[in-house]
C-alpha cells in the first residue's frame, strides 16, 4: 500500500504540531533539564536561524558531535529547520573515525560540547577545516581552540543575539534529513541517506502499529548515531509523548538503567537485545517497579528464546515485539512475540506498511515455505544511497518492479531467511556470514543458537577464521553466566547432541565479556583479529 505523501510535511514539523496542539506538554527530559514542546520549540527556531546567519545552506550536512542532552533535539530540530541534514558522530568513537566522517561527508558545520574538547583537538589535525565550531554548553570552551575550527560560538550566548523568526525554506519530502555512518566491507564506515519521506513513512506506521500516545514515555536507549534512535524521537513528537534520553554513561550499567526506567516512569522501551539480557540477568529487577512498560521493541540482533522467557516473566503485562529492518531500510518487517513454548528462533514477522518485502533464490525468483532466499526490501523508506559512493549504492540498490508498472530501486539486504507455515519471515544469518568449511556450507548463526541454549552459557560469537587447508576453521568465543564453570569438553558435548560434526567450533575460548560496537552489537572483527594475529 501506497502511503498518503504530504511534500510539505518534514520531521520538524512534528514538533511544530505538537508545540501548536499543547506548547506545555513534556518534549524531553534528560540530565535533570526539562523542554516541553513550545520551549523546544522557539529554541529549534533559535538554532535555524543562528545556522542559517552563518551560511548553512539547504543540504548542507552539519555534525552532532556531543553526547546526549536535551540540547541535543535543540540540535537536530534545527539543523532540520535549517534545511539541512543532521549527521550524528559517535562522541565516545576513535578521533580517527570522526575525523574521516567529516572529511567524507564534507561537514563545514560542528555542533560540539566541552568535554569532547581533548578528542576534538585530535580530529581537527585530520579533517578537512571547518566553517564554524559552535559550543552547545559553555563559552569556556572557546579557548585554546585549534585554527582549523574556524569560527567559534558558544550556543549559550549565542542565540540571545539571534533574529526572531524561523527560516522560510523550500524543503521537501524526498530532501535530505539525516546520514547515519554504518560499518563498511571496505573497513571504512558509509553514510547512509535518507530523506524526510524515508523516515516519515516508518515514523507514520509505527505510530498507529504501536499505537503511541500524548501520555507515552519513550526510552531513547540508542546512540544517535543509531537507526534506533529515529523511533524513539520521531515517533515520540508525532504522538505528542515524551522522550526520555539515557546518557551514555549509564548506558551499560543495568541496575542504573533499571532505576532509570523506575524513576521516569517509562511505557515504551526500544534497544537492542543485548541491553535487555544484560537487564535481565545484572539489573536486579526485583528490587525496581517496572509495570509502567507496556511495550518492548527490540532489534539489531537475534533474541534467544530462553532470554525472551524470562523477559515475559519478569514484565508479564507488556507487549513484546521483535523488529527487523537494516539502517538502509528503516524498520520493514514486525512480529508481535506470543507463543515461547517452543525452543525454535522467534521470526521477524511479515512486512510493516508500506514496506514492500520478498525473500529471492539465487535465480532471483520468490522462494517458497521452508526454502533459503535473500531478503529485499523496496519501498518509500528504503534509503536514497551512500553519501559519495555510488558504486556502494549500486551494488545493493538494483531495479525492481513498482507498484502499478514501472520500476524502483529494491535494497538488497545480504540476509538470509526463510518463510514459515504462516507466512512469517525467519532470520538465518547473514549471506557473508555463509562459509565454506572442509566443503561443507556453515550459517554461523546456527552454531551460536546451539551454544546459547546451554544453561551456562550467557552469550557467544561464533566467526571463521581463514585457513589454506580447511577454507575456515570455526571459533567460538563463550561468555558463561555468573554461576557456571565451563570447559571445552563440554561445549563439544553439547554442540554434538545439536548440530553435525562439521559445524561443532574447533577453537573455543571463554572470556568474560564480548567486544561490542558503539550501538551494543557484537564487534565480531576484534575476534577474528585476535586469532589472526595469534
Not at 506506521?205 to 534512535?229: C, G, I, Q, T
Not at 544453561?455 to 580447511?470: F, H, K, L, M, S
Not at 563439544?492 to 574447533?506: D, Q, S, V
Amino acid at each position: 500500500m501506497n502511503p498518503q505523501i504530504n511534500k510539505n510535511f518534514l520531521l520538524q514539523h512534528l514538533l511544530t504540531s505538537g508545540a501548536l496542539r499543547d506548547p506545555d506538554a513534556m518534549a524531553v527530559v534528560c540530565r535533570g533539564a526539562r523542554l516541553t514542546y513550545g520551549q523546544l520549540e522557539r529554541s529549534s527556531d533559535r538554532m535555524a536561524r543562528l545556522l542559517c546567519e552563518e551560511g548553512v545552506r539547504p543540504g548542507d550536512r552539519v555534525g552532532i558531535f556531543f553526547p546526549k542532552s536535551a540540547e541535543t533535539l535543540t540540535a537536530i530540530f534545527g539543523i532540520l529547520k535549517a534545511g539541512a541534514v543532521y549527521v550524528p558522530i559517535d562522541p565516545k568513537g576513535p578521533a580517527q573515525r570522526a575525523a574521516y566522517i567529516i572529511r567524507d561527508c564534507g561537514i563545514q558545520v560542528l555542533l560540539t560540547a566541552a568535554k569532547q574538547k581533548s578528542l576534538l583537538t585530535q580530529i581537527l589535525r585530520e579533517a578537512a577545516p571547518l566553517r564554524l565550531l559552535l559550543f552547545m554548553d559553555t563559552a569556556a570552551s572557546m579557548e585554546s581552540t585549534d585554527s582549523r575550527s574556524g569560527r567559534v560560538l558558544a550556543w549559550p550566548e549565542a542565540q540571545a543575539a539571534v533574529t526572531e523568526g524561523r527560516p522560510d525554506l523550500p524543503t521537501i519530502h524526498t530532501d535530505l534529513a539525516y546520514i547515519l555512518y554504518t560499518s563498511g566491507s571496505t573497513g571504512r564506515p558509509k553514510g547512509v541517506m535518507l530523506s524526510h519521506l524515508n523516515a516519515m513513512t516508518f515514523v507514520d506506521w509505527a505510530v498507529s502499529y504501536f499505537e503511541l500516545r500524548p501520555k507515552d514515555r519513550l526510552s531513547n536507549h540508542a546512540p544517535m548515531h543509531f537507526d534506533l534512535s529515529v523511533f524513539d524521537l520521531f515517533a515520540s513528537f508525532k504522538a505528542g509523548a515524551s522522550v526520555f534520553p539515557i546518557p551514555e554513561e549509564i548506558t551499560f550499567f543495568p541496575i542504573q538503567v533499571a532505576q532509570f526506567i523506575q524513576d521516569h516512569r517509562l511505557t515504551v522501551w526500544y534497544s537492542v537485545p543485548s541491553a535487555l539480557i544484560q537487564l535481565l540477568q545484572h539489573g536486579e529487577l526485583q528490587r525496581f517497579d517496572l509495570s509502567g512498560l507496556r511495550s518492548v521493541l527490540f532489534a539489531g540482533e537475534v533474541f534467544p528464546v530462553k532470554y525472551l522467557r524470562m523477559l515475559k516473566a519478569a514484565l508479564p503485562a507488556a507487549k513484546l515485539f521483535n523488529l527487523y529492518g537494516p539502517t538502509e531500510t528503516n524498520v520493514c518487517t514486525v512480529h508481535p512475540v506470543q507463543d515461547l513454548a517452543a525452543d525454535q528462533a522467534i521470526p521477524i514477522g511479515k512486512a510493516c506498511a508500506n514496506a514492500a518485502v520478498v525473500a529471492m533464490n539465487e535465480n532471483n525468483e520468490p522462494i517458497q515455505a521452508g526454502e533459503t532466499g535473500e531478503l529485499c526490501v523496496s519501498g518509500p523508506t528504503v534509503m536514497k544511497g551512500y553519501w559519495g559512493h555510488p558504486d556502494l549504492t549500486a551494488a545493493v540498490l538494483v531495479p525492481g518492479p513498482a507498484e502499478g508498472g514501472g520500476t524502483e530501486s529494491v535494497y538488497r539486504t545480504g540476509d538470509l531467511v526463510t518463510i514459515n507455515e504462516k507466512g512469517e519471515y525467519l532470520f538465518i544469518g547473514r549471506r557473508d556470514h555463509m562459509i565454506k568449511s572442509r566443503g561443507f556450507r556453515i550459517e554461523l548463526g546456527e552454531i551460536e543458537a546451539a551454544l546459547v541454549d546451554h544453561p551456562g552459557v550467557q552469550e557467544a560469537a561464533v566467526v571463521a577464521i581463514p585457513d589454506e587447508e580447511a577454507g575456515n576453521r570455526i571459533k567460538a568465543v563463550i561468555v558463561p553466566t555468573a554461576v557456571a564453570t565451563l570447559t571445552r569438553e563440554e561445549i563439544e558435548t553439547h554442540c554434538a547432541k545439536r548440530l553435525p560434526r562439521y559445524m561443532i567450533p574447533e577453537i573455543i575460548e571463554f572470556c568474560k565479556a564480548l567486544p561490542r560496537t558503539s550501538t551494543g552489537k557484537m564487534d565480531k572483527t576484534i575476534l577474528v583479529k585476535e586469532t589472526v594475529r595469534s
